[in-house]
C-alpha cells in the first residue's frame, strides 16, 4: 500500500513557474515508477510526465516537454514536477501516481495508488 499526497498547486500567472511535490508513504516507493497527470474540467485524465524506479529514464507529454520537469528523491520518498513557461491551458488538478512496475510508463491502467490531486491554475 502506497498513501500520495501532492503539494505545490496554487494561482500563477501565465509564463510563471510551480513546483509540485508528491510525498509517499510505503515501503515500495523507491521500487516503482511514479507519473503526474492532470485533468482538466470536462476533459479526460492527460499523461503529464513519468520517471523510472530509480530516476534513470524518464518521459515527459508532448504538451509539456521542454517546459515541465519530473524528477524523484528516493530518500526523500518524494517525486516533484517543476513547471516552467506555464499557460492557461496548463490550469488543471494535478494528480501523482505510483505505478505497479519498475520502468516508467505513460499508461493509466499501469498506476495502482493516486494522490488526491493538487489544483494549478494559470491567469492569462
Known amino acids: 500500500q502506497v498513501q500520495l499526497v501532492e503539494s505545490g498547486g496554487g494561482l500563477v500567472q501565465a509564463g510563471g513557474s510551480l513546483r509540485l511535490s508528491c510525498a509517499a508513504n510505503?515501503?515500495?516507493?523507491?521500487?516503482?515508477?511514479m507519473g503526474w497527470f492532470r485533468q482538466a474540467p470536462g476533459k479526460e485524465r492527460e499523461f503529464v510526465a513519468t520517471?523510472?524506479?530509480?530516476?534513470?529514464?524518464?518521459y515527459h507529454g508532448d504538451s509539456v516537454k521542454g517546459r515541465f520537469s519530473i524528477s524523484r528523491d528516493n530518500a526523500k520518498n518524494t517525486v516533484y514536477l517543476q513547471m516552467n513557461s506555464l499557460r492557461a491551458e496548463d490550469t488543471a488538478v494535478y494528480y501523482c501516481?505510483?505505478?505497479?512496475?519498475?520502468?516508467?510508463?505513460?499508461?493509466?491502467?499501469?498506476?495502482?495508488?493516486w494522490g488526491q490531486g493538487t489544483q494549478v491554475t494559470v491567469s492569462s
Open positions: 520517471i523510472s524506479w530509480g530516476g534513470g529514464s524518464r
Open positions: 501516481a505510483a505505478a505497479s512496475r519498475r520502468e516508467y510508463t505513460t499508461r493509466v491502467d499501469d498506476y495502482l495508488y
Open positions: 510505503g515501503h515500495t516507493f523507491s521500487s516503482v515508477a
